[in-house]
């Protein structure tokens, strides 16, 4: 059965008429004016789908007056998806993460704790209230989602569905986030720069072009010389050979490397070399 005819048939069963589903899109951000720009017809992914309703139901927590009519708007549609794509997997979604829509303040007030009290804390009075008021358990959790949800707290959500504290939990740094570098003694100024080095597109191309020189044989042919160069400006076998001498350069280049490849984690370690070489270098390696 295509969209349209179920649809149709929803209608007659008074389960959802058709205007209840463009409003179910339109909640979910579809359609031409929709914050999403993107029309929604059966090539539409589920993914997607629920990416939105994901991205909705975060930005409501930021609105404390109507945030809650706002989650209840977005459940709507995304069931209402759901029942039209008859799909097994949207469903399933909306059961485990349709979450609440008691207030954030009304959560805090709840479990009787500030929005300023820490993880530990928090986990811990939780299961003082459990123990005291057994009757309360699944407002006590709804309280407790919410407020996991509002602080993005994943030790939190993962309380809740294991009833065990993992402890402080290290998120891995998204792929395309910007990688730091560690503080090796006083080298936070020498940090900083090599890190704006690195966003110069220009520099980091120069740098690499140059490393793949360096490790050549001595006896580069003169077209090979020409293929490159510095703003516009020849390499000379005399800069070739010095680079070769200059161990500062190839840390540097490796802190590049670093810098691009570090995938699971926010930040690299440079070796200690760059530190001490840069204090105690000759003019010729500047």
Request: aromatic share 6%; with cysteine; net charge negative.
């Amino acid at each position: 059965m295509d969209l349209q005819n179920f649809i149709l048939e929803e209608r007659t069963r008074n389960r959802f008429t058709r205007d209840d589903f463009l409003k179910a899109v339109s909640t979910l951000g579809f359609g031409h004016d929709g914050p999403l720009r993107v029309d929604f017809d059966e090539s539409v992914e589920e993914e997607f789908i629920i990416s939105a309703w994901r991205d909705g139901i975060r930005r409501s927590w930021k609105d404390e007056t109507n945030g809650s009519a706002i989650r209840r708007e977005l459940n709507d549609a995304l069931r209402v998806i759901a029942d039209a794509r008859e799909s097994a997997e949207m469903h399933r979604v909306w059961e485990r993460e349709k979450g609440s829509i008691m207030t954030v303040d009304t959560a805090y007030s709840t479990l009787g704790v500030s929005k300023e009290m820490d993880e530990n804390t928090l986990i811990t009075v939780f299961e003082m209230r459990v123990e005291e008021q057994t009757s309360q358990v699944d407002k006590l959790r709804e309280a407790l989602s919410v407020i996991a949800e509002v602080t993005q707290s994943q030790r939190l959500k993962v309380f809740l569905d294991t009833g065990r504290d993992p402890g402080d939990i290290v998120v891995p740094t998204r792929p395309d986030m910007p990688r730091g570098l560690h503080q090796l003694g006083n080298t936070c100024y020498l940090n900083s720069l090599l890190q704006y080095f690195y966003t110069i597109r220009d520099l980091r191309e120069t740098v690499a072009s140059l490393s793949a020189v360096a490790t050549k044989s001595p006896d580069l042919l003169d077209d090979e010389l020409d293929a490159h160069r510095v703003g516009g400006r020849l390499v000379t076998r005399r800069e070739i050979a010095r680079s070769r001498r200059c161990r500062f350069y190839s840390r540097t280049l490796r802190i590049f490397v670093d810098l691009v490849n570090a995938s699971c984690h926010s930040t690299c370690r440079p070796v200690l070399e760059p530190r001490v070489l840069r204090r105690s270098s000759g003019q010729t390696n500047h």
